[in-house]
């Protein structure tokens, strides 16, 4: 009942042009559930952390509040061929004037709850929705770090399959595994305790040994598979 006071009276505060708010999703069941939540935790500490540190990378049209006149200055950065990420394109864009603010608002009244996906086919069709918007962002330190993230990725994959051959390889695998999975735990359990989640931690290593399979396959589905354009 509080959600769009707590929007203002921050607002009144910074002034800001563009406020990102927390988003959160429901209890899931199994593995999989608690998988979502883990990687929506994270996606929710990088947003946050970049935010706080002046660099923007990414945002949730489901929690988002913004200047109409920043929207209307902005709107031809908005992509509309695309089905998806009109709410990030207008983040990179905001980001690109220096005199405009983009706010991370830390409130629990201003956090929305959002459903997971029921099953993995619409999981799928939903991170390949999100992945078609990257081939349009222009915003360079978003794109290193999306290409620093999937060659991490790729290396884990490679040393695990070359493991095989040459066990030496496996050690490497766990080197990588670990330079990784240090700053995950870091951002995921700081996000997880103050969404209050922090049993979901239990389910970490895990989800940390089975992401890379998850990124490869979601990859592959959505640059195999029909585009999302309008």
Excluded at 10 to 35: H, N, Q, S, W
Excluded at 201 to 220: G, H, N, R
Aim: net charge positive.
């Amino acid at each position: 009942e509080n959600w769009l006071g707590t929007i203002v009276a921050f607002y009144e505060k910074t002034g800001a042009d563009m406020i990102v708010c927390p988003v959160k999703l429901e209890r899931g069941k199994g593995f999989f559930g608690r998988f979502q939540e883990l990687e929506f935790l994270s996606l929710q500490g990088v947003t946050a952390g970049s935010i706080l540190s002046g660099n923007s990378t990414m945002c949730n049209g489901a929690n988002l509040a913004f200047k109409r006149d920043a929207y209307m200055f902005n709107r031809d950065n908005l992509h509309p061929e695309l089905l998806t990420g009109d709410d990030v394109f207008l983040l990179h864009s905001i980001k690109k004037n220096e005199k405009s603010r983009i706010e991370w608002l830390e409130a629990f009244e201003s956090v929305v709850t959002t459903l997971p996906n029921p099953d993995a086919a619409r999981f799928l069709k939903q991170r390949r929705r999100w992945i078609s918007k990257a081939t349009a962002f222009n915003d360079s330190f978003t794109i290193v770090l999306g290409i620093v993230t999937f060659v991490t990725i790729l290396l884990q994959i490679f040393t695990i399959v070359a493991g095989f051959f040459n066990h030496t390889f496996i050690y490497i695998y766990l080197l990588i595994l670990t330079l990784k999975s240090v700053p995950d735990l870091l951002i995921i359990h700081n996000t997880a305790v103050r969404y209050g989640r922090r049993e979901l931690m239990v389910w970490f290593i895990p989800s940390q040994v089975v992401y890379p399979v998850y990124v490869l396959i979601t990859a592959c589905f959505a640059f195999f598979s029909p585009g999302q354009r309008t």
